[in-house]
Nanobody, 121 residues
Framework: QVQLVESGGGLVQAGGSLRLSCAAS????????MGWYRQAPGKQRELVAD???????NYGDSVKGRFTISRDNAKNTVSLQMNSLKPEDTAVYYC???????????????WGQGTQVTVSS
């Protein structure tokens, strides 16, 4: 079993910045991909950004140029630097880990509990 613990959400004014962090734990040997998704009220969960163990990144169109994802493979952590925040970025942000190799085998998909990000206009 993989545990993902997020931190860093909160309330910020439009144009401001926030940094989200997520730490994975649970007898982990390797995490192939980590990322962030978000879900706003009444909307489907959507990809914000993800990053492979090799450092390849992928961003949702709405956050390109404003958000930056990074990870520390040795610590099994992933961070999301969010700049120039807009009210439409308001959502619950979820940390995700895919293809995690653990002492008990391969875990395909793990999710954190989510952290609220609210951007006021």
């Amino acid at each position: 079993q993989v545990q993902l613990v997020e931190s860093g959400g909160g309330l910020v004014q439009a144009g401001g910045s926030l940094r989200l962090s997520c730490a994975a734990s649970g007898s982990i040997f390797r995490v192939n991909a980590m990322g962030w998704y978000r879900q706003a009220p009444g909307k489907q969960r959507e990809l914000v950004a993800d990053i492979t163990s090799g450092g390849s990144t992928n961003y949702g169109d709405s956050v390109k140029g404003r958000f930056t994802i990074s990870r520390d493979n040795a610590k099994n952590t992933v961070s999301l630097q969010m700049n120039s925040l807009k009210p439409e970025d308001t959502a619950v942000y979820y940390c995700n880990a895919r293809k995690v190799i653990t002492a008990k085998g391969l875990i395909d998909d793990s999710w954190g509990q989510g952290t609220q990000v609210t951007v006021s206009s």
